[in-house]
């Protein structure tokens, strides 16, 4: 205890007052531990004082933020609680509140808890109804859960995220220079890319602004959008050109704005073309190092940022298949660092790397294959909006786009999804995959 709290708590220790003040001393001096014993001493004597729960809440929260695992996740959200009950007007409490209930949602869904997750969140956003973050964290939490109505609902994108950006499309004007802005990965691109059709009747232009990794596919001239239906109305934009117009939003805010969802887009895959020459082209270089081999795999497994990444497949793990299956020809895809691992081992017959690294050429030999196996990255969207099978090798607690459960995906039908049983642990769904190519090359 801090001198200064045993100077207040001289005359006497036992007084509320000056507990609640030698709290205080604690507290601003650091002393945490401290702090919770004298708040407890008082609580016992003045179970009745809201402010002292409140300042509790607020003690515990900096506890935990110190010490890992000193207290209960969430411990702050039950004082708060008893505070407001005392004192419903005590707005300091509500606000903490709204915010231990968001930080806890957000740790359940860290480990996978996104039912309790999207509990907290709704309870944080009737406390603060228009705080956005909350709104988009709860979002993602419903998403996973594949309820598409509570994630994506325009009326809350009109009242809490158009409130703070007035040139924010609202989901429902006609438009005529409409900016559709994308700063993350391909996958997102190829995935989200897929609405335009459906809302370019609401737009005179579309300004489609994206980063420095997605343009090569956009101005690529041997790939092709939408058969080329809307080429006429998207004018691709780099980062940093600027460009006037009416409205924006981000492609992915799209959906949120105007309530769409994979159920219900009118444009399927196959969205996504490679120009015939090309297809063509790589399917004679396939022709002549396939050795009579008729089924043709494709294989992925790194995903953005190597073995860092929870979504990377360790390749040590699909090396037993090019042993198990040596009928087929397995084409490697993966065209970064990432490559070497499947390399590494002895060199199988049955394994062809091309060396692709051009995102057309890329398109044009997965357009060759029968099926894609793949770790959950850009490259497994680029299959799916081909219109190729593609068979998702995903990890436990995988992205919300695949929910949590299920083998199929709602964003590309011809996709199979082949999920961990244990963090870290590749062997169930490698087994599946082997299980899934065994059926394929048996005779009937």
């Known amino acids: 205890m801090t001198a200064a709290a045993n100077a207040t708590t001289t005359a006497n220790p036992a007084d509320p007052t000056t507990l609640h003040g030698q709290a205080d001393a604690c507290f601003r001096a650091g002393d945490f531990e401290g702090a919770l014993r004298s708040l ?42 008893l505070a407001l009950a005392i004192d419903p007007a005590l707005a300091p409490a509500r606000a903490a509140l709204a915010e231990a209930l968001f930080g806890e949602g957000r740790r359940l869904v860290d480990v996978g808890r996104h039912d309790e997750a999207v509990a907290l969140y709704t309870r ?74 459906d809302l370019a009747g609401r737009f005179g232009r579309i300004l489609l602004r994206t980063n420095a990794r997605c343009l090569p596919l956009l101005r690529n001239p041997h790939l092709r959008l939408f058969g080329g ?38 444009t399927r895959p ?48 699909l090396r ?6 040596p009928e087929v020809l397995f084409v490697g895809l993966q065209a970064d660092e990432a490559k070497a691992g499947l390399f590494a081992g002895p ?28 770790a959950d990255s850009g490259l497994a969207h680029l299959a799916g909006a081909l219109g190729t099978e593609v068979w998702l090798l995903l990890g ?14 709602d964003w590309y039908p011809r996709a199979r999804l082949f999920r961990q049983e244990a963090d870290g642990d590749w062997s169930a769904p490698v087994a599946a995959v082997e299980s899934a190519l065994r059926r394929r090359t048996d005779p009937p």
């Open 270 to 317: 196959p969205y996504l073309a490679v120009a015939e020459p090309l297809t063509e082209a790589w399917a004679a270089v396939l022709d002549a190092h396939a050795a009579g081999r008729r089924l043709r795999v494709g294989l992925s497994w790194g995903a953005l940022g190597g073995g860092t990444n929870p979504r990377t497949v360790d390749a040590a793990a």
């Open 124 to 197: 944080a956003a009737a406390i603060q109804p228009d705080r956005h973050d909350i709104r988009y964290y709860a979002m993602f939490a419903h998403l996973w859960r594949d309820d598409y109505a509570a994630a994506w609902d325009p009326e809350v994108w009109r009242r809490v995220y158009c409130a703070v950006s007035p040139r924010l499309w609202d989901g429902q004007s006609d438009v005529g220079d409409m900016l559709v802005t994308h700063e993350n990965g391909l996958g997102d691109l190829l995935q989200f890319v897929r609405c335009l059709p």
């Open 396 to 409: 436990r607690l995988c992205d919300w786009r695949w929910h949590l459960a299920g083998t199929s995906s």
């Open 229 to 266: 239906a809307l080429d006429d109305r998207i004018t691709v934009l780099g980062p940093d050109e600027e460009v006037a117009y009416d409205r924006h939003c981000e492609l992915f805010g799209l959906f949120m704005a105007t309530g769409l969802t994979p159920r219900t887009l009118t």
């Open 320 to 325: 037993p298949l090019l042993d198990r299956f």
């Open 40 to 81: 407890h001493a008082l609580l016992r004597q003045r179970p009745e004082a809201a402010s002292a729960w409140q300042d509790l809440a607020i003690v515990l929260h900096n506890l935990g933020a110190t010490r890992v695992n000193a207290h209960v996740p969430g411990a702050a959200i039950h004082p708060l609680r």
């Open 347 to 374: 060199s199988a017959d049955n394994l062809l790397d091309l060396g692709v690294r051009d995102i057309a050429a890329t398109a044009a030999v997965i357009a060759n294959v029968d099926v894609v196996v793949a």
